[in-house]
């Protein structure tokens, strides 16, 4: 990655990095079709909540203001009564309808394959109990518990001798 001088380097694996804060938002479900929604031009928010079936009034209002704060996404208030309010991708806004052009693309190409293996995936785990995974803090609490009960067997073996 090219750096200017005097410009940090971004690296969106780290947490508080202001890449990762916008990889995660042009990877939500929601931003994705807002956008490819918005791709021919401006809609009303009725406009958009119809197109994009299954989201919530909240969350196509929060989806909405968030692109709007990233400069993807201008909202145009016009001077009419009633209000009338429409929703338009900006410049910047425009420039990711080629990723996600491709990516779109990359679905259609693949969705046999993805719907085949987890339809494997499905037959070889059916039967089988869910259960999370273990991680490093579940082994710890699992040791603290052990030695809980070895400390407490050993208090009423004392206690009985």
Known sequence: MQVSEGQPEWNPYLKECPTRQVLDRIGDRWTVLVVGALRDGPLRYTELARRIEGVSQKMLTATLRALERDGLVRRTVHPVIPPHVEYEL????????PPLDALEAWALEHISDVLAARKRYDAATAGKAS???RGPRDEGRA????????SQRNSEQRTDS
Do not use: I, M
């Open 90 to 97: 900006t410049d910047l806004g425009q420039t990711l309808l």
């Open 131 to 133: 259960r999370p995974a």
């Open 143 to 150: 040791g603290v518990q052990a030695g809980v009960q070895r």
